[in-house]
């Protein structure tokens, strides 16, 4: 089976332009992260778009959601996935949902912002 989630979240964390902004980030859900700004990373499935006359897996619908997730301003988190944005879309992605803010319910809880993320992967592509 054709799994690309770790090495996409990889890629995204570790890249410098965003990974000197970061206090944290994860890929389990956490609905208050203890250190702000924090990277949810989720994956949203991975389903086979083709395969060979041997059933094997040959390309995969890739969709991920990136949520942003900052204590101090609703800026600072949407500068944060906007640049995600852009290393996703460098990456290969295709942004299919957002950057849009999500309403807070009370004035403690942290500012978010949230992207959804599209690739056709296929067996051999570079990331």
Known sequence: MLDISSLVYTRLVNEARLKKYLSGSGTTRNDTPSVFP?????????PTTSSSLQNKQCSISADFEITMYDSSSTS???QLIFLAADIMTELGFVLK??????DRSS?????RWIARFHRTYCEGDLI
């Open 107 to 111: 004035t403690s809880e942290a500012y």
């Open 97 to 102: 949902y957002g950057p849009l803010e999500v």
């Open 76 to 78: 600072k988190a949407k």
């Open 38 to 46: 924090y990277l949810y990373f989720k994956s949203l499935g991975q």
